[in-house]
């Protein structure tokens, strides 16, 4: 049998032509660019598992994947003198592959860096936390034109900030998020949510939250509740009424994707991997992969 080498990916790309991370028939999508792109480099099928999987128009600074390469396939780029040597070639190939395939002016999927690691390493299982960050303009900040795609502009309202991050701070911690996201059969609806940071910058507002996962819509959906307080429609009881009695109707609406951006995800040191991901097995099956807001 081939000796596979199993590569971690750090990703970059602007979600707003995707129909989101996974693949789908007939639809450009994340990951089915650089699979494709793989796959000629590599002259065999290569399969990602991601961190999370992204919905349309979510962006992401450091997403992260990984994948199975047989050693031999992989030297062949480097004309069979050193590993080392392929590892440097690829992220550059691949980059100039994805974009060729776009037929687009410029570049919406860059992938940053490709490392190899051991195969205790899953993108997914083996990861800590992952950090989100939506953007927000209102009446206070303006409109900007060159961030339209990925900032919601909330027209005629100046939000009432010292609300919105009160109500921010009753989401920490553990809770049943069933409120705040849309279920998967046999998945749980319990996070932690460990940072909930709130921010006015002179063009923008910022929300950044961390947890230990995000069930599918679950930032959307928190932003999307907390933006509804800072506008006066609803009283700081109301989201936490939905925090207390989780059900899907009284759902929190859910903010547009593209204000959305993954800015990083967290693992432990290498000899960690394989006991963190054992611990998120444990918790998180039966799961499909749907650990990502959308």
Known sequence: MAALVRLRLTVAYRGTDFHGWATQPGLRTIQGELETALQTLIRQPIALTVAGRTDAGVHARAQVAHCDVPEQLLMKLARNRCLDTALQL?????NALVARNARIPG?????REIEPVTAAFDARFSALRRHYEYRIA???SGFDPLTADTTWWIGGH???IAAMHEALQHLLGEHDFLSFCKPRPGATTIRTLTTAQLTRHADHISVRLSA???CHS???SMVGAIVEVGRGRRQLSWLCNLLAAPSRTDAAPVAPAHGLTLIGVDYPPPQQWKTQQERTRRVRQPVTENEMPR
Do not use: N
């Not at 690829?90 to 691949?94: F, K, N």
């Not at 570049?107 to 992938?111: C, E, G, R």
């Open 218 to 220: 679950m930032v959307r």
């Open 90 to 94: 690829l992220p550059r190939r691949l």
């Open 212 to 214: 230990d996962a995000f």
């Open 107 to 111: 570049a919406d999927i860059v992938v």
């Open 138 to 140: 209102d009446a206070g």
């Open 158 to 160: 100046i939000l009432d």
